[in-house]
């Protein structure tokens, strides 16, 4: 619970945030960091990441899943762009016009 005032003192934090574009770049770094490897280096690899998630999370998830997250992604990333044929790539194998190599 936030006592009164401290609510205010949070969105000035924010605020002087958003002055400081250097320290957006950073989080915007990590926050791609975190993300890419969920993705899948290969499609062998993207299989073995979603069976993993699918029993941490105790949920079935299929292909759609994969590719809702693929191309939520895609529309997303803006500093990694180096990794979007590879993204891309994995994705075909999806599709099912690609080939998992």
Known sequence: ????????QDLRGIATRAAEPDLAQEAVLLAEADVLPSIGLTWEHAEQLQSRLAIEWDT????DDKLKFIDRMLDEISVASFF???IRAVRQVYLGTGRAH
């Open 60 to 63: 079935a998830l299929d292909r």
């Open 1 to 8: 619970m936030v006592a009164n005032g401290e609510a205010g």
């Open 84 to 86: 979007i044929p590879n």
